[in-house]
């Protein structure tokens, strides 16, 4: 009985003895009795309550909030259904993904009822069946699924289950707000040959990225030979940048072969080239002939 009807019930019966005493003793049981009744009629509702009312074992009113007065011994109070967003949680154990791998999955469901006629007389139990329904359609989607989409895609499981339940539970007055997986667990065994082969793949994307990389930089070699092939001049110029940044950073004095000076000034060496005979073997340049 409702705290308020309750109370209700009690004043009215204090109310009934105490006018009895001073209008007659005759008059005290039938004061008792309607005091009694009034305070059966008299029913209080929360804002987030409905109360589902049979009257001689038909549908008679649905109230909400407030007062309201029912006949005692007629009507029934059969339901008393709490509208405000209810929280499930549901799991599924050792159920197969479509690739065959059992997983343990958790969930939980957000809903509420919108008519509570229906949750009161369409379904003996609705919380129950919601449970079961929440179930039923997550092995199914377990099913469905194979392991890496499960466990990429969450957001997708999710808007799937939901819609699913959601259609599930439309006849009993129910509606389902979200529906959130909370863990998919695999076996230990399963996940080590995962994280080796997730790490092998990376190991295979580094390789090739460090390949097309040398590719890029041979590439651009190439191209810088042609370019110092056809203009000695940027080669020398080159090579005296090579030598101010080592120095520069390192601030080290560095031994350059008398050889490799000399190669860096081409017009040098054309000319000892031209003063040197034919046919002296100091010469460089000497032909084959």
Do not use: C
């Amino acid at each position: 009985m409702n705290p308020i009807t309750f109370l209700l019930t009690v004043l009215f019966i204090v109310a009934g003895l105490a006018l009895g005493e001073f209008v007659n003793l005759y008059l005290a049981p039938p004061l008792f009795i309607i005091a009694l009744l009034v305070a059966l009629s008299v029913k209080v509702a929360n804002t987030w309550e409905k109360y589902v009312i049979l009257r001689v074992g038909k549908l008679q009113s649905v109230r909400g909030a407030g007062f309201f007065m029912i006949v005692p011994f007629i009507d029934n109070v059969v339901a008393v259904i709490d509208e405000r967003i209810q929280t499930t949680a549901f799991n599924a154990e050792q159920a197969l993904t479509r690739d065959t791998v059992p997983v343990n999955v958790d969930a939980i469901i957000f809903w509420h009822v919108h008519d509570a006629q229906k949750a009161a007389l369409a379904i003996t139990d609705y919380r129950q069946a919601i449970d079961r329904v929440a179930q039923t359609s997550l092995r199914e989607m377990i099913g469905e699924s194979l392991l890496a989409t499960l466990l990429s895609d969450r957001r997708a499981a999710d808007t799937h289950l939901r819609d699913e339940i959601a259609a599930k539970t439309a006849e009993w007055g129910i509606s389902v707000g979200s529906v959130e997986i909370r863990d998919v667990a695999i076996p230990v065994a399963l996940q080590d040959a995962m994280s080796r082969q997730a790490q092998a793949e990376r190991e295979m994307q580094a390789r090739v990225i460090l390949g097309a990389a040398e590719a890029r930089v041979a590439a651009q070699f190439v191209e810088a030979a042609n370019v110092y092939e056809h203009h000695p001049a940027a080669l020398q110029l080159r090579a005296m940048n090579i030598i101010y940044e080592t120095t520069k950073e390192r601030g080290a004095t560095i031994l350059i072969p008398s050889a490799m000076v000399d190669s860096l000034n081409p017009g040098l060496t054309v000319a000892l080239a031209g003063q040197a005979q034919p046919g002296d073997p100091k010469n460089p340049l000497k032909s084959a002939a």
